[in-house]
DNA sequence: AGGGAATATTCGTGTCAAGGAATATTTATA
DNA sequence: TATAAATATTCCTTGACACGAATATTCCCT
C-alpha cells in the first residue's frame, strides 16, 4: 500500500535513448519548433527527423500542433513529471546512506546456517 | 559559459532503457544483492542476469564486490544525480510555464516578412 | 489550376543487441 | 582431490530499429 512504485514508463526510456532523439527533446526545451528547424538544427533530413517525432508524440513525449503547412512540436511535461517521480523513488541510493555492504554480509552469514 | 548543460550520458540512457535492467536497478534499490538472488527475483536464467548486469557495470550504474564465489552488486550514485541534474533542466517544462504556443506563432510569423 | 513548400509514409537494407545453449572459471565442500 | 555451487563468457540466431531513398500528402501562393 503505502511503498507503491512511481512505474516508469519503458517507453519514455526508449523513446530517450537514442541520441537524435535526446539532442530533439533537448532543442525543444527552449520552446516549440517546426519539424524543418529540428531537422536543420541537427543537421538531420527531413524524413528522419519526422520519424524520431513520430516516435517521440507516439510515446507522449511530443503534442504536435498543426498550423498550416507546419507541425509545431513541443514538450509534454507528464513524461517528466514521471521519470522525476521514479529517480525519486533513488533518493536513498543518491544519498549514498544505504548500503553497508558489511550489513548485508552478515545477512548472508546467517542465511548460510541452514 | 553560464548555460551549461548537464550533459546526461547517453550510456546511461540506453543501459537503463531494458526492461530486465530497468526492474534489476528497481530491486537494487532496497540495497545489494547477489547475481543468484537477481536472477532468481527476475525469472531470469543467470547467464542473462550476469549479461545485464555486466551492461550496467560496464556503464557505470552498478559496481561489484567480490566476496568468495558470490558477487555482490549495488547500485552507484553518480549516474542517478547525472539524470537528476539533466531532469532539472526541464524544470520549465514540468511547470508548463514556458511555451505560449502564440508567442512562437507570432514569431513564425515575423520570420516570414524576409 | 498548377507549382512549390513543408511534412509524412513506405520500402528495403544493414547493424546491433538480447536471448538460448553450451562451456569456462573460480571457490567452497565433502 | 573430486564434486558441486556461483558466476562469467562464447557462439549463434533472431528481431528490432535507424537510416537512405523515393514517394505521397497537404497546404500555400501566383
Redesign the interface.
Known sequence: MSGK?PG?D?KT??A??E?NR?VII?LL?D??L?VGEIADRLGLRQPQASKHLKVLSDNGILEV?A?AN?R?Y??R?EP??A??AW?N??R?????R??N?DD??RE?QNKEKS
Open positions: 512504485n516508469m519503458m526510456l526508449r530517450l535513448a541520441p535526446k533537448e526545451r520552446g516549440p517546426t500542433k498550423e507546419r509545431i513541443k514538450l511535461p517528466f513529471h521519470l522525476d529517480l523513488s533513488f536513498r541510493v543518491m544519498q549514498e544505504f548500503d555492504l548485508y554480509l548472508l
